[in-house]
């Protein structure tokens, strides 16, 4: 049974940075390409980031490009999201998702796998 669980979110002022983990299991994680959504409450999912399986290529949105890294370790079979710089409106709940695909997608259709989500909120 594959799990992709999220972990790392919290309540931060703007400016500041936060460090999501997305810990996978039941699956070879050096096969998948990894991505990263969120979703704001009234708003669709939307992509931020997408690491390839063989972490050479990264893609970022345009809204996070330069703030947010995404990374992941092969030994520890987790995926990471370092985020800095904070606005308000990165203020929603982040999702780690999966696929079997060489190369990620901005849409969400793609993916495999998903966690459940961690809360991201950021204050003014």
């Known amino acids: 049974q594959v799990q992709l669980v999220e972990s790392g979110g919290g309540l931060v002022q703007a400016g500041g940075s936060l460090r999501l983990s997305c810990a996978a299991s039941?699956?070879?994680?050096?096969?998948?390409?990894f991505s990263w959504f969120r979703q704001s409450p009234g708003k669709e999912r939307e992509f931020v980031a997408t690491i390839s399986w063989s972490g050479g290529g990264t893609s970022y949105a345009d809204s996070v490009q330069g703030r947010f890294t995404i990374t992941r370790d092969v030994a520890r079979n987790t995926l990471y999201l370092q985020m800095s710089s904070l606005k308000p409106e990165d203020t929603a709940i982040y999702y780690c998702a999966a696929t079997s695909s060489y190369e990620g997608s901005i849409n969400d259709l793609w993916y495999d796998y998903w966690g459940q989500g961690t809360q991201v909120t950021v204050s003014s």
């Open positions: 039941g699956l070879t994680f050096s096969d998948y390409t």
